[in-house]
C-alpha cells in the first residue's frame, strides 16, 4: 500500500470504475506521487459496503465519461471518495460522496 503523506489524488481523473467479483476497481490519471504525474489503480477486495450520499448503493457507477477526484483517503479497510462527475453537454455537474469498507486495498501506482 502507498504512503498517501506522498500521493495526491486531488483533481486526478477517474478513467474507470468497474466491478471484478467482490472487487471494485478504479482506474485513475494524474495521480501526484512528489513531483511526477502518474497513474493508479485501486483495488478494494472483498467489498462489504458502499454508500453514496449517505444512502447504500450496490456498486459505483461512473455517472459521466469523466469523472474529478476532490477527495480521496482510505485505510486499510475504507475509504471515503468526493467526486465530481461533469456533464459537458448541458454544461451542468453533480458531486457525489462515497463511503466503502472491505476487506483490503491495494494501491499501484504506475
Same mark, same amino acid.
Request: proline content about 1%; aromatic content about 6%; glycine content about 6%.
Given at each position: 500500500? !502507498?504512503?498517501? !503523506?506522498?500521493?495526491? %489524488?486531488?483533481?486526478? &481523473? +477517474? #478513467?474507470? #470504475?468497474?466491478?471484478?467479483?467482490? =472487487? $471494485? $476497481?478504479?482506474?485513475?490519471?494524474? @495521480?501526484?506521487?512528489? &513531483?511526477?504525474?502518474? /497513474? =493508479?489503480? +485501486?483495488?478494494?477486495?472483498? #467489498?462489504?459496503?458502499? =454508500?453514496?450520499?449517505?444512502?447504500? #448503493?450496490?456498486? $459505483?457507477? =461512473?455517472? /459521466?465519461?469523466?469523472?474529478?477526484?476532490?477527495?480521496? !483517503?482510505?485505510?486499510?479497510? /475504507?475509504?471515503?471518495? +468526493? $467526486?465530481?462527475?461533469?456533464?459537458? @453537454?448541458?454544461?451542468?455537474?453533480?458531486?457525489?460522496?462515497?463511503?466503502?469498507? %472491505?476487506?483490503?486495498?491495494? @494501491?499501484?501506482?504506475?
Amino acid at each position: 500500500m !502507498q504512503d498517501t !503523506q506522498i500521493v495526491g %489524488f486531488h483533481e486526478s &481523473s +477517474i #478513467v474507470s #470504475v468497474r466491478r471484478d467479483g467482490k =472487487a $471494485v $476497481v478504479l482506474e485513475l490519471d494524474e @495521480v501526484h506521487l512528489g &513531483s511526477e504525474i502518474r /497513474s =493508479a489503480t +485501486i483495488t478494494m477486495n472483498d #467489498v462489504q459496503s458502499i =454508500a453514496r450520499d449517505g444512502v447504500g #448503493v450496490e456498486d $459505483v457507477l =461512473a455517472e /459521466s465519461e469523466d469523472g474529478e477526484v476532490l477527495t480521496l !483517503q482510505y485505510t486499510e479497510h /475504507s475509504m471515503h471518495l +468526493i $467526486v465530481e462527475w461533469p456533464d459537458f @453537454v448541458n454544461h451542468q455537474a453533480q458531486t457525489r460522496s462515497y463511503r466503502m469498507s %472491505f476487506g483490503s486495498i491495494n @494501491v499501484d501506482i504506475h
